[in-house]
């Protein structure tokens, strides 16, 4: 399995915008997301893509402020993250060898490799 290393988080004030990526150690044919996961709270589903890029799914708390995106010849995925809110402020995890199937995409527990989480915090 490769191994996946989040940047970019990091502190923004209400309305900012960040830019995760999601570097793992070699190609993955796999459908790859992200998640989310406040203090005290379990990790919910942001975003995912799959294989290709060609096909995207977003958590209706995020969709039309986020975009998902991958660049398979640099073994990278990105979530660009616009007008960001307090609400939006959590550890971000990466993660890779996900379901096919987009109605099975929201559960963390079908994805097989993560990533260590990367912190955004937005101030109000």
């Known amino acids: 399995q490769v191994q996946l290393v989040e940047s970019g988080g990091g502190f923004v004030q209400t309305g900012g915008s960040l830019r995760l990526s999601c570097a793992a150690s070699?190609?993955?044919?796999?459908?790859m997301a992200w998640f989310r996961q406040a203090p005290g709270k379990e990790r919910d589903f942001v975003a995912a893509?799959?294989?290709?890029?060609?096909?995207?799914y977003y958590a209706d708390s995020v969709k039309g402020r986020f975009t998902i995106s991958r660049d398979n010849a640099k073994n990278t995925m990105f979530l660009q993250m616009y007008s960001l809110k307090p609400e939006d402020t959590a550890v971000y995890y990466c993660?890779?060898?996900?379901?096919?199937?987009?109605?099975?995409?929201?559960?963390?527990?079908?994805?097989?490799?993560w990533g260590q989480g990367t912190q955004v915090t937005v101030s109000s």
């Open positions: 893509v799959n294989w290709s890029g060609g096909s995207t």
């Open positions: 993660a890779a060898y996900g379901p096919r199937e987009i109605s099975l995409w929201t559960r963390p527990s079908l994805f097989g490799s």
């Open positions: 070699g190609f993955t044919v796999s459908t």
